[in-house]
């Protein structure tokens, strides 16, 4: 399993052109594989997997000796695909309601319809694991190993990685299962086993080693840019990591107090008190969502419901506290609010329409929408112009609500 370090070190010491040629061959299907199923498009996934070989050639000797080298490509290539989407995103300027979710990958007969399924997820749900059943998911599913192998890489026994990684498949199914996907933990490994590593072209080894070795002089802008964002977030995500484990101790003892004190003034106090309910997320076509009104500036917003969770580019995201982001114009005024969407969003408008109302109910409050059209797999999108209303239907059932204020439509 350490091979992998053997040979990185032997290129770090000696720029060992084989040594590094030889990681290439050995892990370019992985990288390609995790770039595609996030950017979906196989010229910028070569152009990904690229970049990640560049910034393992630039970090070969300052890797530590208990790398997973293939967990850290997986992280590495997720950042670097973030990254270019980011880009693409910037350059294309489209607009903020272009929804992201698509099925992309033709699936083994066993496993096609639930891989269809969770293809678009996966990435995103193995970002929310910790490192080490990340990892254990990695080695188990995509690198094909026995949970002895598993278990030697991570440093633990035979049954502790069976454990952790039946652990990491239920995390994986409980994620899916909030997003619409419902599966078994059996049926979710075969499906990424079976499905989630595939081919990358044929002269992609090659034209990664080259422009890896060479630590990109030869690489394109587009590579290097991608390298640089790609280093980038890599080093804020140790700084962020490092900086909750210091803080760790100090948030614990804050809460702890708080919620004390809370308890001694008033023992009924809910402790969720921060969580948005239904009446405080009311959805008024053309006017308002919650205290988000039309005509509002992004400093507005801020003022009323704080700070955001983060920011990317014109979209203020409140997913954790609302169950919402906030869409604005480059001018900085409200646009749009998408609402739900795999977060949890309680919001409901006085007609008691909201997340997972059915496509009945929306015809028998709203009549027939101005535009229905398939959206993905099992998805249909409502489009109410005339109010500004749109429904993304999952089997049937509101799945995601955008309450546009632009005008006119």
């Known amino acids: 399993m350490n091979d992998d370090l053997t040979l990185l070190r032997e290129y770090a010491k000696s720029n060992s052109e084989e040594a590094f040629a030889a990681l290439v061959s050995r892990h370019v299907n992985l990288v390609y594989s995790v770039a595609l199923r996030q950017v979906r498009d196989p010229h910028l996934a070569g152009e990904i997997t690229q970049a990640v070989f560049i910034i393992l050639a630039r970090k070969a000797d300052v890797l530590g000796p208990k790398t997973i080298l293939s967990g850290w490509l997986c992280r590495t290539a997720r950042y670097a695909s973030a990254n270019a989407l980011t880009i693409q995103r910037r350059r294309q300027r489209r607009e903020q309601e272009a929804h992201m979710q698509s099925i992309l990958n033709e699936a083994e007969p066993m496993h096609e319809e639930t891989w269809q399924q969770i293809a ?30 598993v278990g030697a890489a991570l440093g633990a026994s035979e049954d502790a990685a069976k454990m952790r990684v039946n652990r990491a498949l239920e995390k994986l199914r409980k994620f899916f299962t909030k997003r619409g996907v419902s599966s078994t933990t059996a049926i979710i490994a075969g499906a990424i086993l079976t499905n989630s590593v595939q081919a990358a072209p044929v002269a992609l080894a090659k034209s990664a080693t080259a422009v890896a070795i060479a630590k990109g002089s030869i690489a394109s802008v ?34 702890s107090t708080v919620v004390v004190a809370q308890q001694t003034k008033n023992p009924n106090t809910n402790a969720d008190s921060n969580v948005a309910t239904d009446n405080s997320l009311l959805i008024t076509p053309d006017v308002s ?91 249909e999108q409502l489009e109410y112009k005339p109010i500004g209303l749109t429904f993304i239907l999952q089997k049937g059932k509101v799945f995601h609500i955008i309450v546009d204020f632009r005008k006119p439509r």
């Open 222 to 255: 587009s590579i290097l840019t991608l390298v640089k964002g790609t280093m980038k977030i890599m080093t804020w995500m140790k700084l962020k990591f490092a900086a909750a484990v210091g803080a760790s101790a100090i948030i614990a003892i804050a809460i």
């Open 120 to 149: 678009p997820l996966l990435d995103g749900a193995l970002g929310q694991l910790g490192q080490k059943d990340h990892d254990a998911i990695v080695l188990r599913f995509f690198e094909d190993r026995n949970f002895k192998e």
């Open 289 to 379: 969502v919650g205290k988000v009104k039309a005509g509002m500036t992004e400093d507005d917003v801020i003022t009323a419901l704080g700070e955001p969770e983060r920011k990317q580019g014109e979209v203020l995201i409140y997913d954790k506290r609302f169950g919402f982001s906030v869409v604005c114009s480059r001018q900085k005024i409200v646009g749009a609010v998408f609402c739900g969407g795999g977060v949890d969003f309680k919001g409901r408008t006085k007609e008691g329409i909201g997340i997972d109302s059915s496509r009945d109910d929306l015809i028998k409050t709203f009549g027939q929408p101005t535009s229905a059209k398939p959206w993905a797999t099992d998805q």
